[in-house]
Nanobody, 115 residues
Framework: QVQLVESGGGLVQPGGSLRLSCAASGSIFSIYVMGWYRQAPGKQRELVAHISSGGNTNYGDSVKGRFTISRDNAKNTVYLQMNTLNFADTAVYYC?????????WGQGTQVTVAS
């Protein structure tokens, strides 16, 4: 099993920044993709960004140019730097790890953008 522990959510004003972290532990193979998804009330869960163990990244269209995903393989940790946040970014953000057909989710962390 794999455990994912997220941190860094909170309340921020429009235009502000937050940094999310997700630390993975457990039975982790060396090749895996880690990423962030989000789900706003009444909406489907959507991809925010993910990054492969080789460093290849992919971003959802709504966050391109504002969010940056990175990872520390030695710590099995992925980070999401979120800049220029707006009201539409309000959601529960979930960390995900995918490897060889297995997929694991964190418990989610709330990000609220409000003035």
């Amino acid at each position: 099993q794999v455990q994912l522990v997220e941190s860094g959510g909170g309340l921020v004003q429009p235009g502000g920044s937050l940094r999310l972290s997700c630390a993975a532990s457990g039975s982790i193979f060396s090749i895996y993709v880690m990423g962030w998804y989000r789900q706003a009330p009444g909406k489907q869960r959507e991809l925010v960004a993910h990054i492969s163990s080789g460093g290849n990244t992919n971003y959802g269209d709504s966050v391109k140019g504002r969010f940056t995903i990175s990872r520390d393989n030695a710590k099995n940790t992925v980070y999401l730097q979120m800049n220029t946040l707006n009201f539409a970014d309000t959601a529960v953000y979930y960390c995900n790890l995918a490897s060889f057909g297995r997929s694991f989710w964190g418990q989610g962390t709330q990000v609220t953008v409000a003035s």
